[in-house]
């Protein structure tokens, strides 16, 4: 009886949930996961794509390596503590030496630290590049925004900068949103070009498991794909100047079709190539139409550097 009870006020609260969804499914902005911060987290950012998979499964190994290693240190002191008290050995043992102590004791943590590595640098190596990608996208790390461009989709490129307190919206995140999200189509693998325009930033979204610095002159590819259709927030983590703590990053990974109405509109409403620094103003223009600038001929030749 208890049970069945149970079964009905779980279909009951489902029933609930489903009904307090609904009004979200009309807005594609609302679906999906959310990735970011909560309070009282005590692990790692919920996973919202393959890398960030790989690196809490590989957290949860180094984690109980490292339970299992207190325990036992914490447990051999209290033994030792007693065993060699005083009162007990008033005669103290004069051993200095046990050779099959010592090479337990030296082989041991080796093998730990293989069992450590191996997969270490498998997730290293994982996390460095897609062999194929699906789409390029750049990103630039400024003082204190961050600029994307989308080479393969018509060479648009755009500002993305902070929401200031007093704009924010009803549910909106304090100190996590932006006027121009990066938008991407979920399960496509994403080559991530990044750069920076001024001093060294950090693209870092915990919960898509990216990050990569943001180097003034150099160019550094990495990769991530979202399984998930959602928003995934994330914030430059190099200390980059006065403004650091108020560079956010929020990635909506969206269907496909949703990707490539956003994509045709973007092209549009950002002007095509405009030159690093050309006033916000001239890049929502309509009828700008300035030629494709130094972003696209940059990657194509990081591109194809990267595939030879
Ligand atoms: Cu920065």
Redesign the pocket.
């Known amino acids: 009886m208890t049970g069945r009870l149970s079964g009905l006020a779980m279909w009951a609260l489902l029933a609930a949930v489903a009904a307090l969804g609904a009004p979200g499914v009309a807005l594609a902005q609302d679906a999906g996961m959310v990735g970011a911060p909560v309070a009282w987290g005590m692990g790692l950012q919920q996973s919202g794509g393959p890398i960030k998979d790989a690196i809490s499964s590989f957290n949860t190994l180094v984690f109980w390596i490292i339970v299992v290693i207190t325990i036992f240190v914490a447990l051999l002191l209290a033994y030792v503590v007693w065993k060699f008290r005083a009162d007990a050995n008033p005669n103290p043992s004069r051993t200095s030496h046990n050779t099959v102590l010592e090479i337990a004791w030296t082989v041991v943590p080796v093998l730990i630290l293989v069992v450590i590595a191996i997969p270490s640098f498998r997730l290293i190596y994982y996390q460095d590049r897609t062999v194929d990608a699906d789409l390029t996208i750049n990103v630039q790390?400024r003082?204190?925004y961050w600029h994307y461009g989308y080479p393969d989709n018509g060479n648009f490129t755009f500002d993305s900068y902070p929401v200031q307190d007093a704009d924010l919206a009803a549910g909106q995140m304090r100190n996590l949103e932006v006027d121009n999200p990066l938008v991407i189509p979920v399960g496509a693998n994403i080559r991530i070009l990044s750069t920076g325009q001024d001093?060294?930033?950090?693209f870092f979204i915990p919960s898509l498991g990216v990050q990569r610095y943001?180097i003034p002159g150099r160019t550094l590819e990495t990769w991530m794909r979202a399984d998930r259709p959602g928003t995934f927030y994330g914030q430059?983590n190099?200390?980059?100047?006065v403004n650091?703590w108020f560079?956010p990053i929020v990635v909506r990974a969206v269907p496909q079709a949703e990707f490539d109405a956003w994509a045709a509109e973007a092209r549009t409403r950002f002007a095509q190539g405009l030159p690093p620094g050309a006033p916000r103003a001239l890049a929502a223009a309509p009828d700008a139409t300035a030629a494709p600038g130094a972003d696209a001929a940059q990657t194509q030749m990081i591109v194809a550097q990267a595939r030879r």
Not at 238 to 241: D, H, K, L, R, T
């Open positions: 790390g003082q204190w001093v060294i930033h950090s943001s430059c190099q200390i980059c100047g650091h560079m």
